[in-house]
């Protein structure tokens, strides 16, 4: 990989939709596109092949970490699509998700923003979550204990001091974890799930609806994420994991490790014995969705913490001083804006490369596992 590579990239979501529809059409895939009444911005996405067994790359579905996930779906149209053998592509479909969160990909934010009713909807805390009975939502008490340290705080080094000394108080007892794991009661809480499906989520099921089909005998869905893990700048390098939300003896974990066979380290969730720990994720529910042919679903994880073990604490004060800016000025001050920016998609290009290195080493574990 090179500097060459980083033509991959975009600096909004415009930009990076024309190259993945270009690019598209130029390699010869099948470019379709969801749309929706209400949103400016509509899914693209591609496939090539038309076995039944499907593979799907999603990205985007935190906007702001779709940049990367669009520059990983060019290196595929470019590098690989067309170097697929026949026979392959007799036996699988391959595609792709272009950036399922268009607003926050153009507004530089992991979440969507929720219009009517007001907030920030984390979309992996919005799928298939029954809204049609408010009382009988997922609960998270634990989080509500957290709220008005990160939400209602004013940003700076108080805070940050605040927010450690809470963090080393509550890290074992379930409260710090607890804020990851998705609420439905602050809009403006960090990892809101919503109070109805949002346009984006039902646009996405859509799209697997559309590509799935009627004869599919298989499914392995794979979301292109960043944030989670570490990003060693002096040395140009960044941490790749794939999640998978279930224990490391479950045959879904199983499976993803006779995928990768090593190429990318699988981590398990060995909570996620009686049921997923996240609400109203992606993954979890195409897995629901699609109980009649097997599913298997995951998520890749490009890291970008700088400051290992400071990471979470600072992300987590980033997405809080966002949302007191914007209640009390309506406006994410330039600081923190920047502050989000470089904590999902860091400006560095030794990360940029690196992290399409992990993208390129993803593809060619997939293509040697439909050669088998």
């Known amino acids: 990989m090179s500097d060459n590579q980083l033509k991959y990239y975009s600096e ?21 596109w969801c749309q929706h009444p209400n949103s400016e911005f509509n899914i693209p996405y591609t496939s090539v092949g038309n076995g039944p067994n499907n593979i799907v790359i999603n990205s985007g579905v935190h906007g702001l970490e779709g940049y990367f996930g669009s520059a990983a779906q060019l290196l595929f149209l470019d590098k690989f699509a067309q170097k697929i053998p026949d026979k392959i592509l007799a036996n699988y479909k391959i595609s792709l998700i272009h950036c399922i969160n268009g607003w926050g990909m153009q507004h530089r934010m992991r979440e969507v923003s929720d219009n009517t009713n007001g907030g920030l909807v984390d979309l992996n805390r919005n799928f298939g979550i029954d809204f049609s009975k408010p009382e009988h939502l997922p609960q998270n008490e634990k989080y509500k204990l957290t709220h008005d340290l990160l939400v209602n705080t004013p940003g700076g ?20 974890d607890s ?6 009661y602050e809009p403006y809480g960090l990892f809101y799930g919503g109070n109805c499906t949002t346009d984006e989520a039902k646009m996405t099921l859509q799209i697997y609806d559309n590509i799935i089909g009627d004869n599919a005998k298989s499914l392995i869905s794979i979301g292109l994420h960043t944030g989670l893990g570490h990003f060693y700048r002096n040395q140009g390098k960044t941490t790749c994991s794939l999640l998978v939300s279930h224990p490391s003896a479950h045959n879904k974990t199983q499976k993803f490790n006779d995928i990768l066979q090593g190429a990318i380290t699988v981590i398990p969730d060995e909570d996620a014995v009686n049921g997923p720990v996240l609400q109203g994720d992606l993954v979890d529910c195409l897995e629901q969705r699609y109980k009649h042919i097997p599913t298997y679903t995951a998520d890749i994880e490009i890291g970008t913490g700088e400051y290992p073990k400071l990471s979470p604490i600072l992300k987590r004060m980033d997405m809080g001083d966002a949302r007191y800016d914007l209640i009390h000025s309506g406006k994410i001050n330039s600081e923190t804006f920047q502050h989000l920016t470089e904590s999902w998609y860091p400006s560095d290009s030794g990360w940029r490369i690196a992290a399409l290195n992990h993208a390129e080493t993803l593809f060619n574990a997939l293509i040697k596992y439909m050669q088998r």
């Open 12 to 32: 909004n979501w415009y930009d990076a939709t024309d190259k993945f529809t270009k690019m598209a059409n130029s390699c010869g895939a099948n470019l379709l």
């Open 157 to 176: 080094h108080d805070k940050l001091q605040k927010i450690i000394t809470f963090y080393r108080a509550n890290k074992d007892n379930g409260v710090w």
């Open 179 to 184: 804020i990851k794991n998705g609420q439905y």
